[in-house]
């Protein structure tokens, strides 16, 4: 009599990648025209996860900081070095950090490519205060880290894979929004000299001190997108396609490093330093 097994043999399952934990924060108001920030109304409404496809083969898990963040230099100063490894609790360790801020000034959407470390004394934040270059000096002091910090995604890689995904997606009907049909992204090469561009900075920095050569941060810059719903799911599905590209980015071609020999020398000076205020 023929043996009968107990279970049938399984088929072999699909390779399935590794997941990626991805933090991410949004902004509070910090102006009286902005009572709501766009940057918290996507961040705090993003999906916990976001599941493999066959075109973006790695689950994403996404942790979003509980809370807006203040708009206020102390309050980045004393929140990124809990925020972030190895000091963040949270575990899976998050393998990317993702800042939301608005950019109110603008009307499209921005990664941006780096921040400076100085420049923060001219507008004051929602407490009244500024951040003087010569605190600056004592916190990260310029022989120790360069005045302008660049995250080490391949940000002309990401911009690529980023189109590429919205390249299905519906944008909002809004001439301010689109351009061809699909949504306006691009890369930036400054965040700005307001609270965006120094938490940016101080995210890098951090970094920087702990590896010099891989600074997992990125930086997301959103135009007010308050007065509709529709911008703001059109903002919140430019977001997720943002992530997904940083994801694929960083695992098919991995870091690009400017400072990987940890040398300090070149480094960029503050000249042209923007202080709209409106970034936030």
């Known amino acids: 009599m023929p043996s009968i097994p107990y279970a049938a043999r ?53 942790h979003v900081h509980p809370e807006p963040i203040r708009v206020g230099y102390n ?9 972030l490894p190895p000091a963040n609790p949270l575990y899976p ?3 990317v950090i993702l800042h939301i801020g608005l950019a109110a000034s603008r009307n499209y959407f921005a990664l941006e490519e780096g921040a400076h470390g100085r420049g923060y004394a001219k507008i004051a934040d929602v407490d009244g205060e500024k951040f003087e270059d010569v605190r600056a000096e004592r ?16 940000t ?9 995904n919205l390249g299905s997606s519906p944008s909002v009907n809004d001439h301010d929004l689109v351009v061809e049909g699909a949504p306006d992204v691009r890369l930036s090469s400054d965040a700005g000299n307001f609270l965006c561009g120094f938490i940016y900075y101080h995210s ?21 997108l308050s007065s509709s719903d529709e911008k703001l799911r059109a903002g919140w599905k430019i977001t997720v396609a943002l ?3 940083l994801v694929e980015s960083r695992r098919k071609v991995g870091v690009v490093d400017v ?14 330093v923007q202080t709209d205020n409106n970034f936030a």
């Open 93 to 95: 360790v998050p393998d």
């Open 139 to 154: 916190d990260l002091p310029s022989s120790r880290f360069p005045n302008v910090l660049k995250t080490t995604f391949d």
């Open 259 to 272: 400072y990987a020999n940890g040398s300090v020398d070149g480094k960029e000076t503050g000249a042209g």
């Open 243 to 245: 992530i997904t590209a």
């Open 204 to 224: 890098l920095a951090h970094y920087y001190s702990i590896k010099k050569d891989e600074r997992p941060v990125a930086f997301l810059h959103v135009p007010d």
């Open 10 to 62: 399984q088929p072999p399952s699909e390779k399935v990648e590794k997941p990626v934990t991805v933090l991410v924060t949004g902004f509070g108001p910090f102006l009286a025209q902005f009572p709501r920030n766009s940057s918290w109304d996507i961040a705090s409404t993003l999906p916990a996860l976001i599941p493999a496809t066959p075109e973006n083969p790695t689950p994403i898990h996404i």
């Open 156 to 164: 002309a890689d990401v911009l690529a894979r980023w189109k590429t």
């Open 75 to 83: 309050t980045v100063v004393d929140l990124i070095p809990a925020l």
